[in-house]
């Protein structure tokens, strides 16, 4: 919360952003961009110091690039501010050869001198891993995503070797490193910009005022209110077609749905489910649905005495209908969750025997634990809705009233959004619903983040459950070079979490993009929003 109030002071006390407060005129923004809604505020403009939510998910694609980016269609890493990449026999050095003539966005507050070089790729990853770094600190020094893979232990070194090439040293073999660095999170700042910065005695303007190389940058940031980012003449991609886009993060007057249908705003993330049958009847309105890599789940606090007991959690599993709550949550568009990893994982392992609906089990293995009397327990929800959960509250309901045809009484306690890194110490709850949306293809990015060890150690492991045998299994996943053996392991750890349950799985979700007719050029990923340089009005 803290640095969010530093970030808003920031924006707004500055005339560079000088539009705070003038609020959103549609008419006006539709001639030359698009109104996009449905999301919440940023907490930080740089998605290397979150895990989720507008920054990593839908800005950043916009304002920053990334070495490499994933094929949507088989998840595999590609080329992109690097152009090409060699390894050595041991899996622990790559080189990255850079792209040449790619430029920093020139905003209000910064104008570069050079273009993108390998001290900007150094700078980048440095701030994450290196305790020293002049800027590892900045924004409470906090790298949630990094850290619940374990990322500083796994990068020993990244070190220029010319202007354009690059070396990564690694710790260990890893067989996700070249898909991490991929993601949302791994993007690449200014060197040139910080060191600017530095000598102004203002480092932490580089995550509220970002500079990146994407195809948009920011312009304007009214808290609560609007995010405007403005065309990047100099995309090394090529001009985007249109010179705006505005972001209505306001949660005044009409509901989302209401906006897009009164023309208020143009593009609506991740419409509720309840909200499609109105959505498929408008002609002026388009449909856009894609198999998303997520996972609705409650994350089980296992410091609760009664639920370290391995067979009350397992009760709580067994007490759910996770039928109904797709009927009635998800309206035909999500799919039973029988694991932690979704369908359309390399490594989905379909559990029907320990996730199911069992009642009369539920209640005989409560007994067993010394529970005949039933429970009394709490469950923080977030109302925000996601493509893992697109009404939130009404899955809370419905658990509500599992549990309670159990014996056990579940207290809701809801929240605006969730946020893993600000719960480690909040010992007073006992359930979370939450969910996950992965970065990658691979399982580990499933897996390691929210259930390693190493996780619970930095407080991003929700529910504090620690199994050294499960992340034995992990790390070997990472190292073995026959997919086959990958493979045998990742379905070892999910049979551990499947007896275990410090998670229970609930339910995927597809993701949904609803948007004005006149608008094409939208690209299509399962992970997250793709830049939208190619987007533009055809009437």
């Keep these: 919360m803290k640095a969010f109030i530093q970030l808003t002071l920031s924006l707004c006390s500055l005339t560079l952003l000088s539009a705070c407060g003038d609020g959103i005129d549609h008419n006006k923004i539709r001639k030359t961009g698009f109104v996009y809604c449905g999301q919440g505020g940023p907490d930080s403009f740089n998605p290397q110091l979150v895990d989720s939510g507008i920054t990593s998910e839908t800005l950043s694609p916009q304002i920053f690039d990334t070495l490499l980016t994933l094929d949507p269609n088989n998840f595999k890493p590609v080329a992109n501010l690097a152009t090409r990449w060699s390894v050595n026999k041991e899996g622990t050095e790559y080189v990255f050869d850079l792209r040449e003539d790619v430029s920093f966005q020139t905003t209000p507050w910064f104008s570069p001198t050079r273009t993108l070089n390998a001290e900007d790729v150094v700078f980048s990853f440095k701030r994450i891993v290196d305790e020293k770094h002049p800027y590892h600190t900045v924004g409470n020094g906090l790298y949630p995503w990094f850290s619940g893979i374990d990322f500083q232990d796994l ?18 073999p890893d067989n996700t490193f070249l898909s991490n660095i991929a993601t949302s999170h791994a993007v690449i700042h200014s060197a040139e910009y910080a060191r ?16 990146g190389t994407g195809p948009f940058y920011l312009n304007d940031y009214q808290v609560n209110d609007l995010i405007r ?4 003449n100099s995309y090394w991609q090529g001009q985007p077609k249109m010179s705006q886009i505005v ?15 009164r023309n208020e705003c143009d593009v609506l993330s991740s419409p509720l489910s309840s ?19 997520n996972i609705s789940f409650i994350a089980v606090n296992t410091t609760n005495p009664a639920l370290n007991d391995a067979r009350v959690r397992k009760a709580l599993n067994y007490a ?17 969750a029988y694991s932690v990893l979704p369908p359309n994982s390399w490594a989905y392992l379909k559990d029907s025997v320990q996730i199911r609906y069992d009642r009369n089990y539920a209640i005989a293995l409560l007994k067993e634990a010394g529970f005949s009397k039933g429970l009394e327990l709490t469950m923080s929800v977030s109302l925000e809705p996601r493509a ?9 309901e419905l658990i509500q009233a599992n549990f309670a045809d159990i014996g056990i009484k579940l207290k809701l306690l809801t929240d605006d959004r969730f946020d893993r890194a600000n719960v480690a110490n909040n010992q007073e709850v006992d359930l979370y619903l939450t969910g996950w949306i992965a970065n990658t293809g691979d399982p580990d990015n499933f897996l390691r983040p929210l259930l390693s060890c190493d996780s619970k150690k930095v407080g991003l492991n929700v529910s504090s459950w620690c199994n050294a045998d499960f992340d034995f299994l992990l790390d ?19 049979n551990i979490l499947n007896e275990e349950f410090p998670v229970i799985p609930l339910s995927h979700g597809m993701q949904f993009q609803a948007y004005d007719s006149s608008l094409k050029g939208f690209k299509v990923s399962p992970f997250n929003v793709q830049p939208f340089d190619t987007v533009e009005r055809i009437k």
Excluded at 275 to 293: D, F, G, Y
């Design 155 to 172: 990068l020993l070194d990244v070190k220029a070797l010319s202007d354009h090439q690059v070396r990564f040293t690694l710790s260990r």
């Design 320 to 336: 759910i209908n996770r039928q109904n709550i797709l009927e009635s949550v998800y309206y035909g568009t999500g799919s039973q």
């Design 196 to 211: 600017s910065l530095m000598l102004a005695d203002d480092k932490s303007k580089i995550d509220s005022h970002p500079v």
């Design 229 to 232: 980012l403005k065309r990047n």
């Design 275 to 293: 909200q499609i049958p109105t959505i498929k009847k408008q002609e002026s309105i388009k449909l856009m649905v894609k198999p998303a890599m």
């Design 388 to 396: 893992y959960n697109p009404s939130p509250r009404k899955t809370a």
């Design 476 to 494: 070997l996943a990472l190292e073995v070079d026959k997919p086959r053996y990958r493979l045998n392991l990742y379905k070892q750890a999910q």
């Design 247 to 261: 972001f209505d993060i306001s949660h005044r007057g009409t509901g989302t749905l209401a906006k897009l249908l």
